[in-house]
């Protein structure tokens, strides 16, 4: 190779820098389990922002964020050492008041040129939208990853979603827990630098017993193995990789007593915030317990003790469960009898009050509702019963339902709150009731709905099935909707005290996935003229709170926003309408013609909204000049009453699938046709042949809104 071929080659080389693997490990006390994994995903978004933002990250990089209950570690395997350089444009003054009469240079010039480290006379002209400004381009050179990376380490924890933060020692930093160490290497060189308080280094640690001794680690990509194989810790990703193994290691432990466990993915995220060395264990408890209701085994097992309660074939709960140990126990047999002894009083607790509370008579507790505050300005349970009941009963005979069931389980859907069971285990609310109301020879709906008019209690939850428990699910959750926006307490923010989010949420869930064909905006009415005050809220506020809701609803679900906002437009009062016309809306945009019509239609709707007042009610054939015009008026009309009836009986689909015939006649009519027509009479006649136009697809949605590529 010659000499000047190989000067060429390093020149390319030195223009492509290598790429150095990066690892920080922020060593705490022990982190909060349910909001672990936000915090580790949180912090890997706000530094590879920061990454990307200085030009440190290769395109295509994918970087790793790691953590257990004692760490947050981020490995990114390719940095580069320094930020490319750049050139940056910089706007002065206008050039009319950077200089004088005379030519010479004003103060605006030369504090401009100072500002850029130049003089005047290096500086260059542009024209802009604001007309011809002085302007001058800035070199700057890129600084090194390494003198960067502390500070993008500390703003990507100074950004981290932790509601209250905590002090230790004598030290000023804050953090979501006390950090113990930190370890940063950029290669295999340590960041000398101090984060949250404490030095950077190159040392983890281990297993808080099985090795809590300090480990070297010489290169980040080594950190993951030598934590497991001599720190005894198994590190937890955004795959989710050690949950899907607790999963698998709770199905072998499950097996050994033919059983089988639900694997709750809330759960198993929260089992793999909570272990660094995850080891089943099988336990077992007294066969007499299996007289409770499941829901309670179920809260003691999972919701207090995060255990995995064990079915078997037919579905019924075995007197077994499956939990998972921290450690590697010398003494498995007696970890085991530690796990079965803890859930014995609490079982037994249980059986206690559930014996109390079957003996008695559920609707014996209604009076007792007058003592139980809903909220202080909207009274007390009884209050918020009868306005529930009176909502349910009506909902009932609009969707097929009975009345007089929904009246019923209106009047005991709360009187559980005052049970035993409920008082120590609030989260059965609803359950109990369903459970008391059997054995007291309830109806099997009423039972039923008690339990059903919490559903769904969080995303993904199943719904209610009756229709007398989603009678009452609505209108519980409409009551509490209007009753806290009455009294003007409606979210603001991240604050949302009374989760009417989540019950906005719930209620479109039901409405939409039930089919409930209800008129949202007259429940929202009806719901408000109860409430003990009034004036506070109006019913377009709440609905466009649900609206909000549904848009969150649609986007999870992979719909559009512009679909979602073209639906919105027509403002459909009844959500299954809603969803008809949001389906109906994204079938259409499948079709080849839905591009070149929804331009059409936006371009329609800027027309008409530029032209002054409102275009005729009819079109005058007589009027129409050119084929083109004339054309597309004959398809319209061929069209019209046909569409009108489909869009008339909620087939939009169907509707919009005809309305696509017309972009050939839509095509010819802007190619051939200048709607500005010198004469008034003329133009005014295609402004009403465009409106007539432009209400056929108004049927089903805004197009306009549509964005087209």
Known sequence: MSAAKKKTKAALKAKLPATLPFLVEIGTEELPPKSLRKLALAFLEHFEAQAVAKGLLPAGSHNEVLFSPRRLAIHAPALYPRQPDRNEEKLGPAVAAAYDAAGSPTKAAEGFAKSCNTTVDKLSRKQTDKGERL???????????????????????????????????????????????????????????????????????????????????????????????????????????????????????????????????????????????????????????????????????????????????????????????????????????????????????????????????????????????????????????????????????????????????AQLAKCDLLSNLVGEFPELQGSIGMHVARANGEDAEVARALSEHYLPRFAGDHLPETRTGQALAVADKLDTLCGIFAIGQKPSGDKDPFALKRAGLGLMRVLLEQQLDLDLMDLIRAALAAQPLQGKAQDAEIYEFLLERLKAYYLEAGIRPDVFEAVKAKQPHRPVDFQRRVQAVNEFLKLPEAAALAAANKRIANILRQASGAPEAQVDASLLKLPAETDLHEQIDKLKREVEALAQTGNYTAALKKLAALRAPVDAFFDQVMVMDPDAAVKNNRLALLASLNALFLQSADLSLIQVD
């Open 135 to 409: 302007a001058f381009t800035l070199d700057i050179k890129g600084e090194e990853t390494a003198a960067l990376l502390p500070g993008m380490v500390q703003e990507a924890l100074a950004k981290l979603p932790i509601g209250k933060r905590m002090r230790w020692g004598e030290g000023a930093a804050e953090f979501v827990r006390p950090v113990h160490w930190v370890l940063m290497l950029f290669g295999d060189k340590v960041l000398k630098t101090e984060i949250l308080g404490v030095a950077a280094g190159n040392k983890t640690h281990g297993h808080r017993f099985q090795h809590p001794a300090a480990i070297a680690v010489k290169k980040p990509a080594e950190y993951r193995k030598l934590l497991e194989k001599t720190g005894k810790v198994k590190l937890e990703d955004r795959d989710g990789t050690l949950a899907s193994a607790i999963g698998g290691l709770v199905i072998q432990a499950a097996a050994k007593v033919k059983g089988k466990a639900r694997l709750d993915e809330a759960l198993l995220a929260e089992v793999a915030a909570l272990v660094e060395w995850p080891v089943p264990v099988l336990g077992d408890y007294d066969a007499r317990f299996l007289a409770l209701p499941e829901e309670v085994i179920e809260v003691v097992l999972q919701g207090q003790q995060r255990y995995f309660p064990l079915r078997d074939a037919g579905g019924q709960l075995l007197p077994h469960f499956v939990t998972v140990s921290n450690i590697q126990s010398k003494a498995p047999a007696e970890v085991k009898r530690g796990n079965e002894r803890v859930i014995v009083p609490r079982l037994t607790d249980a059986m206690f009050f559930w014996d109390l509370d079957r003996g008695a008579q559920l609707d014996a507790q209604v009076e007792n509702l007058e003592t139980m505050v809903f909220q202080k300005e909207l009274g007390s349970y009884a209050n918020k019963q009868k306005r529930v009941g009176a909502l349910a009963e009506d909902i009932a005979r609009r969707i097929g339902g009975d009345a007089s069931l929904a009246r019923r389980a």
